[in-house]
């Protein structure tokens, strides 16, 4: 039996794409053990990688040598260092396994995409940047999928709250993330609500608010001017991504909320600001829509940290909530239409 490593720290979204490492190493190597190894507040999703057999929690309290010394003592097989900085440097030179990969982060790439983002025309593919890392240990592999696995326990769970909440099995569930962790990728919170509204008015619906505990008071603001909405907030992860996949249809900013949906199955509408698909950490897949209005000086930034210099913030003003509503339905009729083939 072999045993890997799988390490990546930070931050959601990346922890989600890097579940196509953990099935590709279960798929080429079945039995094996699979460790992934990240921060403390992130354990509870890395339980549902597919593939991943035990969770390592780094606890930067103890300090990272503290952390290199038990780790030591699993004496890994291979090392799959995913994260490429200091820290995870260290992590597979130190811990002394028989062999190490990392991977590319194509930063040069990324940051010439923002230096001249209209100059670029080949995008770079976070999930292909991962399976890439797995050549070296004779796994080719090209379009495979993020993916996640809730635990029966998980969802038994999100559907007592559901119910809990007057939500009968089988309605119709739309969740709507309108948080970021940057102020400028988040889509205006009015339009938020109002899109809710009318989602709620024009389809028989019920709309779920989800989001972090820094989000609450934005969560909290929208549920209340919008009847029968929910609220899923200070939420374990697995549990947080079991009550989505109890949903129809994700509509979210560029956020880590976006990458679980899509790696759930859920169809996901994603809007990006000062962030651009082209970047490569779009959900992709027949049933996800990336909403972008191709601006010129899109994307500013690798993570949309950067202030706007525009006189309005054009990225995500000019998405209007008809254009969303559009693509929203556009969806939801596409998945209509599979679950009719499927029952033929």
Known sequence: MQKFLVVRFSSLGDIVLSSVVTQ?????????????????????????????????????RQGLFFLIRGLKQEKFDVIIDLHSNWRSFWV?????????????SHRFKRLSTIL???????????????LDSLLKLGISANGVQPGLRPKEEDLHQADSFLLEQGVKPGSLLIGIAPGARWETKKW??????????????????????????????LLEHLAEGISHSLVAENLELNLLAALIQKCGLMISNDSGLMHISSALGVPTLAIFGPTHPKLGFAPTGPNNLALTTNQPC?????????????????????????????????????????????EK
Not at 92 to 104: K, S
Not at 188 to 217: D, K, M, N, Y
């Open 298 to 342: 899109s994307p500013c930034s690798l993570h949309g940290q950067s202030r706007c210099f525009q006189p309005k913030q054009y990225c995500l003003d000019n998405i209007t909530v008809e254009t969303v509503w559009m693509a929203a339905t556009k969806l939801l009729g596409r998945q209509a239409a599979v679950l009719e083939a499927d």
């Open 92 to 104: 597979r030179n130190l811990t002394l396994a028989n062999r190490t990969v990392h991977y590319r």
């Open 116 to 130: 001249f983002p209209n100059w670029v025309t080949t995008w770079v593919s976070a999930t292909q940047s991962y």
């Open 24 to 60: 590709q190493l279960a798929r080429n190597f079945p039995g094996s053990q699979i460790t992934f190894l990240t921060k403390l507040q992130y354990q509870s999703l890395a339980r549902i990688l597919p593939g991943v057999t035990q969770v390592k929690g780094y606890d930067s």
């Open 188 to 217: 205006p919170s009015h339009r938020f609500a109002q899109l809710a509204r009318q989602l709620q008015e024009r389809l028989v619906t019920r709309v779920i608010f989800f989001g972090s505990t820094a989000e609450s008071s």
